[in-house]
């Protein structure tokens, strides 16, 4: 079935360095890829997603990557900060209609560590 | 304010107790989601609709079952908790494809 595996499950970054989630997906009909942060306690919001359609994507210190024929896409954080300090999710989804599902199928998420 | 709610935050039962998780979302969003999750593991989707009438099981088989009688309504019901129904559930709402999914605050339950 459909799967998306994602590395590593935890991340320990110096405040201000860099960090970056990756995952894979099996699914080759998938074209919509969101994610999603979870900080402690509370509710996973989405912070960036990108489309098929589109190879990079950035919103200041994040960016999400595309790499369709590998089926591969991963999220850069840049001078990270405690704040940053979460789990992390990727997910994958063939949108909704023509007979897709548009249930997003999220990787095994990411916890992310800044130290000051 | 337009958000999704949950109720109750928290819950302790005993086993063999039918309970139900209640969803409710003021932002007019057609499609609803109910999620497994064990602190900071992975999402796991149990239930899924996209709109009233219609419901769809998820990819983690579980014993609970959801109605949506209402647009913004969608409460899941365990005729029986057990032991092995202890973690925390989240509900979510999206309108239409390719945008946000939007989760409430989650109801952990521990059932003894």
């Known amino acids: 079935g459909e799967n998306v595996e994602q590395h590593p499950s935890t991340l320990s970054v110096q405040e201000g360095d860099s960090a970056v989630i990756k995952c894979t997906y099996s699914?080759?009909?998938?074209?919509?890829f969101p994610w999603y942060k979870q900080e402690l306690g509370k509710r996973p919001q989405l912070i960036i997603d990108?489309?098929?359609?589109?190879g990079e994507k950035k919103d200041q210190r994040i960016a999400v990557t595309l790499n369709k024929t590998a089926k591969h896409f991963s999220l850069h954080i840049t001078e990270t900060q405690p704040e940053d300090s979460a789990v992390y999710f990727c997910?994958?989804?063939?949108?909704?209609?023509?007979?897709?599902?548009?249930?997003?199928?999220f990787g095994q998420g990411t916890t992310l560590q800044v130290k000051p | 304010e337009a958000d999704i709610y949950q109720t109750p935050r928290y819950l302790v039962i005993g086993t063999g107790k039918k309970i139900t998780l209640e969803c409710s979302q003021t932002?007019?969003?057609?499609?609803m989601y109910w999620y497994q999750q064990d602190p900071g593991m992975e999402l796991h989707l149990i239930h899924y609709?996209?709109?009233?009438?219609?419901?769809e099981k998820g990819d983690l088989s579980s014993e609970s079952t959801v109605s949506r009688i209402r647009t913004e309504h969608f409460p899941l019901t365990l005729e029986s908790a057990r032991p092995s129904h202890t973690s925390q559930y989240l509900c979510?709402?999206?309108?239409?494809?390719?945008?946000?999914?939007?989760f409430g605050p989650g109801t952990r339950l521990t059932v003894l």
């Open positions: 997910a994958a989804s063939r949108g909704h209609g023509s007979g897709n599902t548009g249930k997003l199928i």
């Open positions: 699914d080759s009909a998938s074209n919509y």
């Open positions: 990108i489309r098929s359609n589109v």
């Open positions: 932002m007019g969003h057609d499609k």
């Open positions: 609709s996209y709109g009233v009438n219609s419901t």
């Open positions: 979510a709402s999206m309108q239409g494809d390719y945008n946000e999914q939007f």
